[in-house]
């Protein structure tokens, strides 16, 4: 099993498979857990799938038929905060049987990291780089096909605290600005796949920047944006992979650093939210436009917030969920970003508050959206927004809470989650990778 386990119980489904559910997880305490795991005799492999509402050992399963299909029933036991649970949980066998997808572990990563740099490669493995951790300068390679981690070239500089990065059209990654202690950074350097080593840029950025946004633009140039190097700028720049040249564009209507930034499908960028100058946190958006260099302003979003993991749709429409807002709130709602009419709109919002999560588009077209912190503890729930329907289901939960932590799309539409920290100041950081296998 994924969890070890003491008086848990296992139930076979109609279809064959296996599900263990709950159980002491420690010896000394009896602490129980609510997580539920499920086996597969037919293909041998096994996964974490939606979790009980309350740890529970010693309890009582069966199969009943319900007016709406047939569940699984839960109930009764010892629970870590309670002796016999009265509680009676049902659950769809959907949610057991792994229709919308369930989660295994892989190989950890040979470093624990927080912020790091993960980008899928032209040749379908992951360079891991750096950390928030300073003075991490650590570099792995990780292959999906044999689920195994090599060491590659360390980065130049340690600068990933605040670091960006993205692949260029060219197959190498460009990383740039961050902080290693002392003052915040404007150089970069770039990785080369084929040689495994990182490569200082001949140029420095226009200006130093911790926390940038950056975004590979149609023309093969790389907009970089906002950042603050003591205060939020508003200035912006593009780097030019073909001359190895940072300059500087037109400037934002105000300085942001963590705003939701993504390419729409026309080319032109968005830009909401963030904190701006002055230290407000922000709902004003505005819109570059490659073809003449310059911000306009667009609709307002309709919370003002720092975003995590902004995504483009695959009907044009931007989605934004969660995020910090002012006075310390932390958002479970989530709205659209409608190019055509340049407006915001609401959409359903997700299970749980949550920042500093992962958000990552499914092959579907669907949103995977999972971990992060809900202002006390990091989350280990998952789930997964529908553009059809415009709402967040809850499926099964992480086997590692974590915020901070990075998921990308595989090559083969698994998705990789790497790294994070499970602790509020971020100083716990985990080396642990677990991939989430959609059906």
């Given amino acids: 099993m994924l969890t070890r386990r003491l008086d848990h119980t296992a139930t076979t489904l109609p279809n064959g498979r296996i599900v263990f559910a709950g159980g002491a997880i420690e010896a000394t305490t009896y602490a129980s857990t609510s997580s539920m795991e499920i086996y597969d005799p037919v293909t041998d492999e096994q996964g974490y799938v939606t979790s009980m509402i309350t740890d529970r050992n010693t309890h009582s399963v069966d199969l009943v038929n319900t007016p709406t299909g047939l569940k699984l029933a839960i109930a009764g036991g010892y629970s870590s905060s309670s002796l016999g649970p009265r509680s009676l949980e049902l659950i769809d066998l959907g949610a057991l049987d792994g229709d919308l997808g369930s989660f295994g572990t892989a190989t950890s990563m040979t470093t624990a990291r927080n912020g790091h740099v993960a980008v899928l490669l032209d040749n379908g493995k992951v360079l891991l780089a750096g950390s928030d951790a300073l003075g991490t300068t650590s570099a792995e390679i990780y292959n999906p096909s044999n689920n195994t981690t090599a060491a590659t070239g360390s980065l130049n500089e340690a600068r990933c605290y605040g670091c960006f990065s993205v692949k260029l059209n060219n197959g190498k990654v460009l990383i740039g600005g961050g902080w290693n202690g002392g003052p915040v950074l404007a150089t970069a350097e770039w990785y080369d796949p084929a040689q495994g080593t990182f490569t200082a840029s001949s140029s420095t950025m226009t200006a130093a920047r911790l926390g940038a946004n950056a975004v590979l633009l149609d023309n093969g140039k790389v907009l970089i944006l906002g950042g603050h190097a003591g205060t939020p700028l508003a200035s912006a720049e593009l780097y030019d992979p073909n001359l190895d040249t940072f300059t500087a564009t037109g400037s934002?209507?105000?300085?942001?650093?963590?705003?939701?930034?993504?390419?729409?499908?026309?080319?032109?960028?968005?830009?909401?939210?963030?904190?701006?100058?002055?230290?407000?946190i922000a709902n004003s958006a505005e819109i570059y436009d490659p073809l003449s260099g310059s911000f306009s302003n667009t609709g307002s979003m309709i919370n003002p917030r720092q975003a995590s993991d902004p995504l483009l749709l695959d009907d044009g429409r931007v989605l934004i969920a969660g995020g910090n807002g002012p006075g310390n709130?932390?958002?479970?709602?989530?709205?659209?970003?409608?190019?055509a009419q340049g407006v915001f709109a609401a959409v359903g919002n997700m299970s749980t508050v949550r920042s500093n999560h992962a958000a990552v588009k499914l092959s579907t077209g669907q949103v995977l959206v999972l971990g992060g912190w809900n202002g006390n503890a990091p989350l280990n729930i998952a789930e997964v927004?529908?553009?059809?329907?415009?709402?967040?289901?809850?499926?099964?939960?992480?086997?590692?809470?974590?915020w901070g932590m990075k998921a990308i799309r595989l090559a083969d539409n698994r998705i990789m989650i790497s790294g994070g920290s499970?602790?509020?100041?971020?100083?716990?950081?985990?080396a642990t990778v677990e991939y989430f296998s959609p059906q």
Avoid: C, H, W
């Avoid at 499970?422 to 985990?430: C, Q």
């Fill in 385 to 402: 927004f529908d553009p059809m329907s415009n709402i967040f289901t809850r499926i099964a939960n992480l086997p590692t809470a974590r």
């Fill in 422 to 430: 499970t602790n509020a100041d971020g100083s716990l950081r985990v």
């Fill in 329 to 339: 709130i932390i958002y479970a709602a989530a709205e659209v970003y409608l190019p």
């Fill in 252 to 280: 934002m209507s105000t300085g942001r650093v963590g705003a939701a930034v993504v390419k729409l499908s026309d080319g032109r960028v968005l830009v909401a939210g963030g904190q701006v100058t002055g230290g407000a």
